[in-house]
Every structure is written in structure tokens, then in C-alpha cells.
């Protein structure tokens, strides 16, 4: 935690009463599980970084959403 605040990050909960408020939260990070770190052993920070924020562009402009009606963000703009 006092890390989290050193690097001016907020931790924020849910409250008790809406446990599905984060949920595509969990779902983006379980997904970049599936597709990234699971299947990589990362030599150094740099490499895993590098790796994520490509994956992380590429869901961003090229991977199809079903709430998007299985079009990538890009086409749907």
C-alpha cells in the first residue's frame, strides 16, 4: 500500500452491495492473463512491458468486441 502511494496510485473498492461493479475490470485483467503473461517468461521488465502495451494496442485497435458487435474498435469509430 505504501507503495501504491508512493507512485500516487489510489486503491479503490467496491462496495459491499455491488460486487459486479468491477467486473469488466476482472475480465480485462483475466484476458491479459490468458493471452499475454501466462504464456511468456519475461526476461526483464522492459521486455514484459514492450510486450503488454503491444498486446494492449493491438486489443485496442484490432480485437474484435462482442459488445461492439464483433467489430474492432477502430472499425466501430
Do not use: C
Not at 507512485?7 to 475490470?25: C, H, M, V, W
Not at 514492450?50 to 484490432?62: D, L, P, V
Request: proline content about 3%; hydrophobic content about 35%; cysteine-free.
Amino acid at each position: 500500500m505504501r507503495e501504491m502511494a508512493n507512485l500516487g496510485i489510489e486503491q479503490i473498492f467496491t462496495s459491499y452491495d455491488n460486487p459486479k461493479r468491477n467486473a469488466e475490470t476482472q475480465r480485462m485483467i483475466r484476458t491479459i492473463k490468458e493471452e499475454v503473461i501466462w504464456l511468456h517468461e519475461f526476461t526483464s521488465l522492459t521486455e514484459a512491458r514492450e510486450i503488454i502495451g503491444n498486446w494492449i494496442e493491438k486489443y485496442n485497435r484490432g480485437y474484435v468486441h462482442s459488445t461492439l458487435g464483433y467489430l474492432s474498435p477502430l472499425a466501430f469509430e
